[in-house]
């Protein structure tokens, strides 16, 4: 059967998207029956928002890792925490897939790793797509959700969401399995 979907390009990248991406990535969920939502977000500024858009879908909430900027820390607030948990989402901290143990070699050596190529080839769509790609992989990983099941994949270019994608997540080590099946909505780069 062959469809007609929208896709929405943004003038610009950033957080100023952030309610569009939301609204537009429940449409679709909606329309095409999908229950599992990943989104990015590391202060919980795009999480809290998406729990709140949300509730009653399994929502997993990807913030990033301990010491990305600072030993033993992270971005996110308790105060963000709690709303997610307290919407139902699932927020879980993670090593990324695309950068870990090949951004200490890259960082101690200067040797560029398989994970940058990757990451970088998948820029080419846009940031966003990029991380779309990388938390639903994550997600996988952590058991969150499914690899047999759709999910609508939320990321950004750097604070609040403006990229939502349609994919078959994989386990990070089966990336090469991943199907993106649609792009809800991106910038235009």
Do not use: W
């Not at 969920?29 to 999908?34: Q, R």
């Not at 607030?77 to 890259?106: C, D, I």
Request: overall charge positive; glycine content about 12%.
């Amino acid at each position: 059967m062959n469809q007609i979907c929208e896709t929405v390009y943004f003038e610009k990248p950033g957080k100023e998207n952030t309610e569009e991406t939301l609204r537009l990535a429940k449409k679709r969920a909606d329309e095409l029956g999908i229950k599992n939502i990943v989104i990015a977000s590391y202060t919980g500024y795009a999480g809290v928002l998406a729990s709140e858009t949300f509730k009653g879908y399994n929502l997993v909430v990807s913030a990033g890792m301990m010491g990305f900027t600072e030993p033993d820390k992270h971005r996110m607030t308790p105060e963000n925490h709690e709303k997610m948990e307290k919407n139902g989402a699932k927020v879980f901290y993670h090593l990324h897939a695309f950068g870990g143990l090949g951004r200490a070699v890259k960082q101690k050596f200067g040797a560029i790793q398989v994970d940058e190529i990757i990451a970088h080839t998948l820029r080419t769509l846009g940031q966003g797509v990029k991380v779309g790609c990388e938390i639903a992989c994550m997600a996988c990983d952590a058991g969150l959700i499914r690899t047999d099941e759709e999910c609508v994949s939320i990321g950004g270019s750097g604070g609040g969401a403006d990229t939502a994608i349609v994919l078959k997540p994989s386990n990070t080590h089966r990336f090469f399995d991943t199907r993106i099946r649609e792009i809800i909505c991106k910038p235009r780069p």
